[in-house]
């Protein structure tokens, strides 16, 4: 959407959204090729991606919370979902 919304035509944003998800698939099979090597640093791993994750929403979508007439449903969402996380963190553990 954010390719389409700069005047990139669907197909071509379609194509690039595709090719950026090919990642994926591609880290998996090396992480099953070296499950033995990864395993141990899983924690860590999880850990990382969580915090890039906490990232990209307070980079990109907080600053658009901001926006418009009903700025608090958004900051009233981030703080229920963050809480919601962190309760489903300690009891699952």
């Not at 090597?37 to 980079?59: D, K, N, Q, R, S």
């Amino acid at each position: 959407m954010p390719l389409k919304l700069q005047g990139m035509s669907k197909g071509k944003a379609f194509v690039y959204g595709v090719l950026s998800g090919m990642v994926e698939p591609i880290a998996a099979v090396i992480t099953i090729l070296l499950i033995n090597v990864v395993v141990p640093i899983l924690p860590y791993l999880l850990a990382f991606a969580a915090g890039a994750m906490i990232f990209v929403v307070v980079e990109e979508l907080v600053p658009e919370i901001h926006e418009g007439k009903k700025s608090m449903i958004g900051v009233i969402g981030v703080t229920i979902g963050f809480v919601v996380m962190m309760v489903l963190d300690v009891m699952l553990g």
